[in-house]
T-cell receptor
Framework: NAGVTQTPKFQVLKTGQSMTLQCAQDMNHNSMYWYRQDPGMGLRLIYYSASEGTTDKGEVPNGYNVSRLNKREFSLRLESAAPSQTSVYFC??????????????FGNGTRLTVT | AQSVTQLDSQVPVFEEAPVELRCNYSSSVSVYLFWYVQYPNQGLQLLLKYLSGSTLVKGINGFEAEFNKSQTSFHLRKPSVHISDTAEYFCAVTLNTGFQKLVFGTGTRLLVSP
């Protein structure tokens, strides 16, 4: 049972380059999320998808786009990377809509450095 | 909007000593409260949650937390810590209606030494 899988685990980009972070879950969850984690700031919500075909902005969406490709996959795209986007990115999923107290299930993160 | 404050960025403690990690929240409406733990190079895992009912909730690995509505707090406690409890702990809150969007605190790093 893989849970939430993120790829890649590590990435180094130059300023201005683009890339897509991939996330897939095998728990049949409707809801998926992208968070970024920065020292001293905890986790901040970038985008979320309440169900297949819908996406919404979170707390810090600027500079990012997302795609809910299907129920399993939720990708995060950086069109023109900036040093301020150096962070650890976490994908998570939940079936809160079936069980409101359902916790978030997290992937192991993607460590991104933008030089 | 709801928010979470974890005042202690780091808590050093000796093995087998008790520990309390503090969490205060702010919200004008009812909320659900959570504690998550993050071990090095891993994602977050749920420790425990408060939804309703008894204000003392027990979680995994011997941790417990007490919900105090009057003080808007949800402090995490363990009577005797182990070296393996060394990790970062995050308190989180979400409204108890509508779509679940967790808001996390800034985290407390628990350092357990022999």
């Amino acid at each position: 049972n893989a849970g939430v899988t993120q790829t890649p685990k590590f990435q180094v980009l130059k300023t201005g380059q683009s890339m897509t972070l991939q996330c897939a879950q095998d728990m049949n969850h409707n809801s998926m999320y992208w968070y970024r984690q920065d020292p001293g700031m905890g986790l901040r919500l970038i985008y979320y998808s309440a169900s297949e075909g819908t996406t919404d902005k979170g707390e810090v969406p600027n500079g990012y786009n997302v795609s809910r490709l299907n129920k399993r996959e939720f990708s995060l795209r950086l069109e023109s990377a900036a040093p301020s986007q150096t962070s650890v990115y976490f994908c998570a999923s939940s079936d809160w809509d079936r069980s409101y107290n359902s916790p978030l299930h997290f992937g192991n993160g993607t460590r991104l450095t933008v030089t | 909007a709801q928010s979470v404050t974890q005042l202690d960025s780091q808590v050093p403690v000796f093995e087998e000593a008790p520990v309390e990690l503090r969490c205060n929240y702010s919200s004008s409406v009812s909320v659900y409260l959570f504690w998550y733990v993050q071990y090095p190079n891993q994602g977050l895992q749920l420790l425990l949650k408060y939804l309703s009912g008894s204000t003392l909730v027990k979680g995994i690995n011997g941790f417990e937390a007490e919900f105090n509505k009057s003080q808007t707090s949800f402090h995490l406690r363990k009577p005797s810590v182990h070296i393996s409890d060394t990790a970062e702990y995050f308190c989180a809150v979400t409204l108890n209606t509508g779509f679940q969007k967790l808001v996390f605190g800034t985290g407390t790093r628990l350092l357990v030494s022999p």
